[in-house]
């Protein structure tokens, strides 16, 4: 058998590493040995864990569909709280994933100031995101986890899933901002940002969801 140092595997960007047979104290130890600060991203499964590297791309739209919907968060006045890529994992169902960003809304007062969390014992994200340039989105594990609803940036669309009967099923607008049409308008500002600017781009929206706001809701 051929034994490898971690330090001597190196996954290119937009490319994925595969490692089958892992079982949960060796994952816990390559988690640690790989550290919090890098830019791979890891999902396990029963066994199977894969370490994806996101290419500059998938990381653009990431940061920018985080900002869109931070700031209409702010702008309805919800409380939030953001944990990025935050490893997820629950050691009864033998899973666990790194969302390339996660919103706790419905549940952040119940995660507030906690340093750690168990999903054995603390509720998931009640939104995680994924962008998909490389196809990564692991739907059954968001699933099993029990994380509420998916968001997949899938070419040049949003695609939203909320869970139902333990099953994400597509639907036409967010379960947590209903009568948004964030599906085809975040789209057109990450459009926007990439001619106009970040800065420029978020004041933008802004003012859309202002007008929105002051317009009568249907």
């Known amino acids: 058998m051929v034994t490898l140092q971690l330090r001597q595997l190196d996954v290119p960007e937009g490319q994925r590493l595969l490692l089958h047979d892992v079982n949960w104290t060796e994952f816990e130890a390559i988690l640690e040995e790989l550290g919090e600060h890098r830019s791979t991203r890891i999902a396990y499964n029963n066994g199977l864990l894969e370490i994806m590297a996101p290419l500059p791309e998938h990381e653009a739209d990431k940061e920018i569909i985080g900002d869109l919907l931070k700031a209409l968060l702010e702008e309805l006045d919800i409380e939030f709280l953001t944990l990025g890529s935050t490893t997820f994992k629950n050691s009864v169902m033998l899973k666990g994933i790194e969302p390339d960003q996660c919103f706790y809304i419905q549940n952040e007062a119940v995660v507030r100031g906690k340093k750690r969390l168990d999903l054995t014992i603390d509720p998931p994200p009640d939104l995680a995101l994924e962008i998909d340039i490389t196809a990564r989105t692991h739907p059954e594990t968001y699933a099993a986890l029990g994380v509420p609803e998916l968001w997949r940036r899938v070419d040049q669309t949003i695609r939203i899933y909320q869970l139902q009967a333990e099953k994400y099923i597509e639907v036409a607008e967010s ?41 009568p809701r249907k």
Not at 187 to 213: E, H
Request: hydrophobic share 25%; with cysteine.
């Open 175 to 215: 379960p947590t901002f209903p009568g948004w049409s964030l599906h085809t308008e975040i789209p057109s500002y990450i459009k926007q940002s990439r001619s106009d600017g970040r800065n420029q781009t978020m004041r933008a929206f802004r003012q859309w969801v202002r007008q929105c706001l002051d317009e």
